[in-house]
Every structure is written in structure tokens, then in C-alpha cells.
């Protein structure tokens, strides 16, 4: 089966200004995730989706990030403006739902550079 | 925040046995016991995962003390491949919780 696919796989951008990230999941997943790694870090969640409903955005900085999943299928993460400590992998993981200790699958994800 | 302990690194010869361990002293009653890991560059893969029972899969054994409070992740032959950050995971069984990550073990794998 195709994994999940993430675009652009590297992006370079000055402070302020802004960013967005793309996501496909596997098909028939329901549940998406973003999540941000600073390097030398575990991945930290930054959204969860089930279908096109957020289930727990607590962790996504809301003064700057916002997430949508249009549709229940692709996604898009955007950071507008972007700081420098946004640095970092933003990955994307999809699931099954309603399945128990369904696992996530991730994508290889876009690195950031903000500069 | 992560509910489990890992060495920060670990060292293993090729095509030896590799045993990463975790400890997990506050496990509750509905938490399993995940483990992925990521290689260089990519995003984490799924491993094995467990409840009580011992468990293998083609990548993997998990090992889970009687009490629970602790687990190892047992690679049977190391290879190059195997390099790699492992992740221990407490994940509740409810639902589509998302994965909490700690920092992990380092895994490197010398010729």
C-alpha cells in the first residue's frame, strides 16, 4: 500500500514569514496527525483529526498555527508568521479508526528551516 | 508528558542480540506497551506492541515483566539497518489515542 505522503520535503523560509505543509494519508484512515520534532527530540503532537473534526488541538500554538483537513482526506498545516524556534520536522501519521491500538503510520516529513 | 524511562544510548555488534529496555512504573490497567522507531531521515515506524504476554513479530520480541512495570524490546540479530532511535510508548487502549514520545534510545550498530 502507498504510505503517507508529505510535501515539500525541505523548506527554507526567512522569520515572519509564512508556511504550509501538506499531507495525503493512507487511503481509508480516518484519524490524521501532526506533529512537530525539534532536533534531538521525540516527535510532540500538534493536532489530531477524526475525518475532517479535530479531536485535540490543546498542543497547537493557535496564535500562529492552524490546521485543516478539508473533506476528511488531505490535510494542510500553515504557520503564519513563522519564528524561529518553529524550526524543526513537521510530521505527519495516519490511522484507522475505530480499531483498537490501530498504529500510526508517518510519513517522512518536512524539515523547516526559519531563518 | 512521557510516561516511560529509556537509556539515552546503546551500542550493539552486528548480527548480535539486542535488548533495549523501558521502564514504565506507573502503568495503568488500560495502557499497552508500544514501541517504534525512526531511522535517519524518516518519519517512526511501528514495531510490536503488548499488553501482558510476551509478543514476536518478523521485526521483533517484546518481553513485559509480570508486574508490568517495565518491558525490553529484543532484536535477534542486529544489523546496520537497525540503527535507529527506539521509542517506548504507554498508549490506553481506548480509541485512537494519540502517541506521547519521549526521547528515546539511540541504537548504533557497529560492524
Known amino acids: 500500500e502507498a504510505g503517507v505522503a508529505q510535501s515539500p520535503r525541505y523548506k527554507i523560509i526567512e522569520k515572519r514569514q509564512s508556511v504550509a505543509f501538506w499531507c495525503n494519508p493512507i487511503?481509508?484512515?480516518?484519524?490524521l496527525y501532526w506533529y512537530q520534532q525539534i532536533l534531538g527530540q521525540g516527535p510532540k503532537l500538534l493536532i489530531q483529526?477524526?475525518?475532517?473534526?479535530?479531536?485535540?488541538d490543546s498542543q497547537l500554538p493557535k496564535d500562529r498555527f492552524s490546521a485543516e483537513r478539508l473533506k476528511g482526506v488531505d490535510s494542510t498545516l500553515k504557520i503564519q508568521p513563522a519564528k524561529l524556534e518553529d524550526s524543526a520536522v513537521y510530521l505527519c501519521?495516519?490511522?484507522?479508526?475505530?480499531?483498537?491500538?490501530?498504529?500510526?503510520?508517518f510519513g517522512n516529513g518536512t524539515r523547516l528551516t526559519v531563518t | 508528558d512521557a510516561k516511560t524511562t529509556q537509556p539515552n544510548s546503546m551500542e550493539s555488534n552486528e548480527e548480535e542480540p539486542v535488548h533495549l529496555p523501558c521502564n514504565h512504573s506507573t502503568i495503568s490497567g488500560t495502557d499497552y506497551i508500544h514501541w517504534y522507531r525512526q531511522l535517519p531521515s524518516q518519519g517512526p515506524e511501528y514495531v510490536i506492541h503488548g499488553l501482558t504476554s510476551n509478543v514476536n513479530n518478523r521485526m521483533a520480541s517484546l518481553a513485559i515483566a509480570e508486574d508490568r512495570k517495565s518491558s525490553t524490546l529484543i532484536l535477534h540479530r542486529a544489523t546496520l539497518r537497525d540503527a535507529a532511535v527506539y521509542y517506548c510508548i504507554l498508549r490506553d487502549v481506548g480509541g485512537n489515542t494519540p502517541l506521547v514520545f519521549g526521547k528515546g534510545t539511540r541504537l548504533s550498530v557497529i560492524a
Open positions: 501519521a495516519s490511522s484507522l479508526a475505530g480499531v483498537y491500538n490501530s498504529p500510526l503510520h
Open positions: 483529526f477524526q475525518n475532517n473534526g479535530v479531536v485535540d
Open positions: 487511503s481509508g484512515h480516518a484519524t
